[in-house]
């Protein structure tokens, strides 16, 4: 509880108690020179002057203090480098919003107060806005993810951060947006990435079972087998090379002549799994035809990746006669899961910079202004203000550096979507 507010109210009692408790033995004194009910009369117009005041000046010290909390607070506010305003519950006006709020959507402070929460989201997304903000808990809030819209017509997501206030008297709902459309996309690309390759997968299924159920020779299987785009490769049970498609010598750089009488390592290089030919051969020993994915190597030295599956072929007599290994080309996606890990890793150290680096100064005003708020000495109070001061700009300063670093990460983040293949 802060006592700051009952200070005045404790120095006004303490005043009344003295006065009457002093007044009195004065009338006890003077009571024989002076008029009784003059001296009354003079006494209670003392009172009522000396205490109007000493209750002024007590109210005037309370405003000044509250007046440094609020002028801290709404520094807080302004200064984030996240967009946040104020709505009101009741009619969803916005009734305050800070500079970034301007800056992410374009329209101006006037013209923010002129709207409702609802003139920045799509018109589908309307009724589920007025439900979300009756259903609006008491406490901090994260409202998920939504999608907004700047004024000049971006669609933009953002992830939602909620808590109701009471704001100059109504019943309002503070909110801090952060824009999520660059992991958003991020996010929706691997999506479709994985549905592209499962469905290339279930494709490449069919196509060995069709390999399989055909029990052609090798020149009516090359004829089938070069019509797939992916890449195909022939060995014998110890794992030489019998044959290669077509994809194989366009995606890889090597003839045919290369590969034939080579085992797979050819392709491997040095960031290649240690070992992950041994594993296949462990998986295949035991009748496990699972999925591996390996990075592989062109001719030329460049990087790609490979999702692999290996099939046995069997003769007449159920004995091996070679292996088939179907292979899909998914260096593009293996791209952006780093893409995304570096990301990810991004946020988390912002994150842990919010919860550490920024707590550090906050803390510190919150405490100055306790201590300021517990004390009636002028000089102390403007000693305060200058630590102050003092703390807001390191709290200034260090949410600039973090601004800078998102905005870094975003400009390599669209540099390398640009330039991906």
């Known amino acids: 509880m802060n006592n700051g507010i009952y200070k005045p109210v404790f120095g006004y009692l303490l005043f009344g108690i003295l006065w009457i408790i002093l007044s009195d033995r004065i009338v006890h004194v003077f009571n024989e020179k002076i008029d009784e009910a003059f001296f009354q009369t003079a006494k209670g117009a003392l009172f009522v002057l000396t205490s109007s005041a000493l209750l002024f000046v007590l109210l005037a010290i309370h405003k000044k203090k509250l007046c440094i909390s609020e002028e801290q607070y709404r520094y807080l506010f302004f200064s984030n480098p996240n967009p946040m305003w104020i709505y009101d519950l009741g009619t969803l006006n916005f009734l305050e919003c800070n500079d970034a709020a301007v800056r992410q959507y374009g329209y101006s402070q006037e013209e923010f107060k002129k709207m409702t929460i609802l003139d920045i989201r799509p018109a589908e997304d309307w009724e589920k806005v007025r439900e979300t903000t009756k259903r609006m808990p008491e406490t901090f809030h994260v409202s998920g993810d939504w999608c907004h819209i700047k004024k000049n017509g971006k669609r933009i997501i953002v992830s939602i951060k909620s808590h109701k206030i009471k704001f100059n008297g109504i019943e309002a709902v503070m909110v801090m947006a952060q824009d999520i459309t660059v992991r958003a996309k991020y996010e929706e690309t691997i999506k479709e990435a994985y549905q592209i390759e499962k469905k290339l997968k279930e494709e490449l299924q069919q196509h060995i079972l069709l390999i399989k159920q055909a029990g052609l020779e090798n020149q009516k299987l090359a004829e089938i ?197």
């Open 225 to 421: 087998v070069d019509r797939i785009n992916n890449i195909v490769i022939i060995t014998d049970p110890y794992g030489v090379v019998t044959w290669v498609n077509k994809a194989f010598v366009k995606i890889t750089g090597y003839t045919y002549e290369e590969a034939i009488g080579n085992t797979l390592h050819f392709l491997q290089g040095p960031k290649t799994e240690l070992g992950i030919q041994k594993k296949i051969m462990e998986s295949l020993e035991k009748n496990r035809f699972e999925d591996f994915e390996v990075l592989n190597y062109t001719k030329d030295g460049h990087e790609y990746w490979v999702s692999l599956n290996i099939s046995p072929v069997l003769d007449e007599h159920s004995r091996l006669e070679r292996y088939i290994s179907v292979q899909s080309v998914i260096t593009e996606r293996k791209k952006r899961e780093e893409q995304i890990r570096d990301y990810n890793e991004a946020i988390k150290k912002l994150a842990w910079t919010n919860s550490h680096e920024v707590r550090r100064p906050v803390a510190s005003i919150l405490s100055l202004v306790d201590i300021a708020n517990s004390t009636d000495e002028l000089q102390e109070i403007k000693e305060l203000q200058s630590l102050i001061g003092k703390c807001t700009a390191d709290l200034d300063e260090l949410i600039k550096e973090m601004a800078l670093e998102i905005s870094r990460y975003e400009v390599r983040l669209s540099e390398s979507t640009i330039t991906d293949p």
